[in-house]
């Protein structure tokens, strides 16, 4: 499955991932619609086309744009 592969590439770099379906069913930005990055440890799901963070709350993303965060080009969150 590719979406399987490509998980495992991003934990290859590093990323630790939940493993949650509902999670891996919307790893897409809702408003691009393009790849998010997961941050874990920010607790935060960030696309960095957008530079938005979409908060994860008792491991349930928001992916509201109301609830995202907007990134300053300089975030860390944006850096891989
Ligand atoms: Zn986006």
């Not at 696309?47 to 908060?55: G, M, S, T, Y």
């Not at 709350?57 to 509201?64: F, N, R, T, V």
Request: glycine share 2%; proline share 6%.
């Amino acid at each position: 499955m590719f979406l399987a592969a490509a998980l495992n590439e991003s934990k290859a770099a590093g990323v630790t991932l939940i493993m949650d379906h509902r999670l891996l069913d919307i790893l897409a930005c809702p408003i691009c619609k393009g790849p998010l990055v997961l941050q874990r440890e920010a607790a935060a799901l960030v696309c960095r086309a957008d530079r938005l963070a979409f908060p994860i709350k008792d491991d349930i993303p928001m992916m509201l744009e109301e609830e995202a965060r907007v990134l300053s080009s300089d975030d860390p969150l944006l850096a891989r």
